[in-house]
């Protein structure tokens, strides 16, 4: 029930592969002599005083997204990459391929409420999946609502659509352009309309219904801001009863004294209790309250009220409530606790912490279950709720689970599977007999035996055990001249496992190998793991990568000129930091929609609430270690840069695209005092935003251009 959202490491959907006669053949090196003439940012004599300590910040106006200077300088950008890129014979065949990989079916894990089902699904190169609803998964499915009817580009994106407890309707949140604000719309689902009630300017929300469908409860903010550049504070939540204007909805449950808690409110499925979860920014650590809503008025009394350790609602059975928590358990365990009975900070252990981090927990057909990660990979079990182990799901392969549905009185779940190499099938798990099988899987021409994923381990700098994977096609032979694409994240807790991109699929089939490394700051072996890549231990995470590049070369499975390092978001981070410590590393490097200015970004949009992660350079204690390591702030005049290619959205509202701006301008100027030095360039999406509802045109497009540009970076 986390509220406030954190970093998101978006790499691509699920699809296949599937030959196309424009694509290009090799990765083999082709030169590229390069003159580079940047677009010319102002800079300015802005300075800033931290501590006693005086630090320029020469492109402060490029903050301001809609100053004429910034779309200018914008437009010119934009202009200056794609000359680069399209220079790349191969562009089209690229684009070509990437389009036939992802013209596949897509569907997600259905999830049943009130014996009806709702899924969505992709035909291939619909820009929107598609939400269908059916009363048995046997029979013909029909829509319920199409987003590719609601801009002829792609561009509103529909996401957590609810069923209300009687099936009659369901509310659903749409968003415009990638932008984190939504808005909510209910639609009956028997007519496929809506039927008109709306809540606009709603952010890091969850919809829950009341249980007797005359309302729903969501989450937002008293101000709104288009920019993204204003600091949003005083999270609440608020309740919405059917027929009203949103300007009646009630406040639920706020605290105006603490401005930076965020706050999301669920309601058990047998409709007794409503539960608030309380978050500190994205921190894992929350407080839970209740209320009884049989009561004539709701008061909120905590059952955890310390901010001890996470709590995670999983569901209700009578009076007790199941919970996943890592209080006394750094990889979890779970607990049961007795609503209408229990003191605060009470709690039974029901499944004790193992050897593995407990990635996710349900309650599906009377039972709990329970997906761990054993080293990066998804392993599946299931216990009674008592808590004895029973059983354990057997997937079909090295790979990870990425949704997973079910009722606790209902025997069947749906869960999702994927790998490096396989796209994502849905598969049924029937709980009361434990029989699995497959509910739909893509049909496409791609061949994974033709593929291989090795999993290694490598010791880090300070001798820590990091995993990786590399995948590669059978017939590349790896040395010191194979393309490498290294890819990692480590941040917030959020583990990177073995999942499948059609990008990284064209890479592979090219000749490439795709690494991906398993770095502290994740969350793949529970809370000391991701602690150790934290404020003051951050570098840890960067010594990691950067560890798992020099363990590559070591093994001669490639060479810095062949290695190129992407990541997005807290991803983008990484690459800038690494970028920027280590430039004889790597031949290409590609940071997206990152948080590139360390000392400022908390005074943007949500940027506060990473602070937890990151540190805050406003405290004199974390300001050394921010500077340190900052990328904005470690670009230096003289130094030689690889091939790099920075990606943003003009409408990202998380991570504000003033991060970027301003890491381009200043490597451009840093790297325009070297002499025949590779290109800096920054391709800018202006219909997009941080990731998330990206239309597949677009996606298509940005990977066409980011694969175009290795081709060319690492072969020059």
């Known amino acids: 029930m986390k509220t406030i959202a954190c970093l998101l490491p978006v790499l691509a959907p699920a699809c296949a592969f599937r030959a196309h006669s424009d694509a290009p053949r090799s990765l083999e090196p082709r030169t590229h002599a390069v003159a580079m003439s940047y677009p010319e940012a102002a800079r300015g004599d802005v300075v800033d005083d931290y501590h006693g300590t005086r630090i320029a910040d020469p492109y402060r106006a490029l903050e301001d997204p809609d100053a004429p200077e910034t779309r200018s300088w914008i437009e010119a950008q934009n202009a200056l990459t794609r000359a680069y890129i399209d220079a790349v014979p191969e562009r089209a065949g690229l684009e070509a391929r990437l389009s036939a990989v992802w013209n596949y079916e897509r569907c997600s894990v259905p999830r049943k409420r009130a014996g009806r089902y709702v899924f969505t699904k992709n035909d291939g190169l619909q820009n929107q999946g598609v939400i ?11 829509v319920l609502l199409d987003p590719n009817m609601l801009r002829a580009d792609g561009t509103i994106a529909v996401n957590d659509l609810r069923v209300s407890p009687d099936g009659k309707l369901a509310a659903y949140q ?7 604000w939504t808005t909510i719309r209910v639609r009956d689902i028997q007519t496929a309309r809506d039927i008109g009630d709306e809540v606009a300017w709603v952010k890091f929300s969850s919809i829950s219904w009341a249980s007797d469908s005359r309302g729903f409860y969501y989450s937002t903010y008293p101000d709104h801001d288009t920019t993204g550049t204003v600091a949003l504070k005083n ?23 603490q401005p930076e808690w965020g706050f999301g ?32 008025s709701l008061e909120f009394r905590p059952l955890f009220d310390r901010f001890d350790a996470e709590y995670e609602y999983l569901g209700k059975r009578g009076a007790y409530l199941y919970l996943r928590t890592d209080l006394d358990a750094p990889r979890s365990r779970i607990v049961r606790v007795d609503w209408t009975q229990a003191t605060p900070n009470t709690c039974a252990t029901v499944v004790p912490e193992s050897s593995e981090a407990i990635a996710s927990a349900h309650l599906a057909g009377g039972k709990i279950v329970i997906v761990y ?15 004895a182990l029973e059983s354990e799901v057997p997937l079909p392969g090295l790979g990870s689970v990425g949704e997973f549905h079910g009722e606790l009185d209902d025997d069947e779940a749906f869960f999702s599977f994927s790998s490096f190499t396989t796209p994502s099938q849905v598969w049924r798990y029937d709980v009361a007999t434990r029989a699995c099988k497959v509910w739909r899987a893509p049909r496409t021409a791609f061949d994974s035996n033709e593929f291989t994923t090795e999993q290694l381990f490598f010791d880090s700098r300070d001798g820590t055990r990091v995993p990786l994977f590399v995948s590669r096609k059978k017939s590349t032979a790896l040395s010191a001249a194979t393309p490498t694409l290294l890819y990692g994240y480590g941040g917030f807790n ?31 072996y529970g809370r000391e793991w991701h602690e150790a890549g934290t404020q003051a231990r951050k570098q840890n995470v960067f010594d990691d990568f950067i560890g798992a590049a020099e363990f590559l070369i070591r093994k001669g499975w490639t060479s810095p000129a062949k290695l190129a390092i992407h990541g997005r978001s807290n991803g983008g981070l990484l690459v800038g930091a690494c970028l920027t410590q280590r430039p004889d590393l790597f031949g290409a490097c590609v940071p997206g929609v990152g948080v590139l200015d360390m000392l400022r970004y908390h005074r943007f949009t949500i940027g506060w609430a990473w602070k937890s992660d990151y540190g805050c350079a406003d405290e004199a204690a974390e300001f050394p270690y921010l500077i340190a390591y900052s990328p904005l702030h470690n670009v230096k005049p003289g130094v030689r840069y690889p091939a790099t290619l920075i990606t943003t959205g003009a409408h990202d509202d998380r991570v504000v695209p003033a991060h970027s701006f301003k890491f381009a301008a200043e490597l451009q100027h840093a790297q325009a005092t070297v002499p025949d030095a590779p290109p800096i360039l920054i391709r800018i999406e202006t ?3 941080h990731g998330a509802g990206k239309p597949t045109a677009l996606q298509i497009e940005e990977f066409a251009d980011v694969l175009a540009f290795l081709r060319r970076a690492l072969g020059a």
């Open 265 to 296: 409110g669920r309601v058990s499925d047998d409709g007794e209790v409503l539960l608030v979860s309380q978050s500190q920014g994205t921190e894992e650590k929350s407080r839970l309250f209740v209320a009884d809503l049989r009561a004539q």
């Open 494 to 524: 959020i583990s990177i496992l073995p999942s499948f991109s059609p990008a990284m699929l064209v890479w592979m089939e090219l000749g490439g190998a795709y690494v991906s490394v398993n770095l502290r700051g994740g969350g793949e």
């Open 235 to 257: 999270h609440r939540l608020m309740f919405h009863a059917l027929g009203s204007a949103a300007a009646e909805d009630t406040v639920v449950y706020a605290r105006p004294d």
């Open 132 to 142: 269908y609803t059916t009363g048995s998964l046997d029979a013909p499915a029909r």
């Open 373 to 387: 990660v054993k080293d990066a990979v998804h392993v599946v079990r299931v216990h009674a709720l008592e808590g």
């Open 687 to 689: 219909r997009g935003g």
């Open 174 to 180: 749409r968003s415009e352009s990638g932008s984190d």
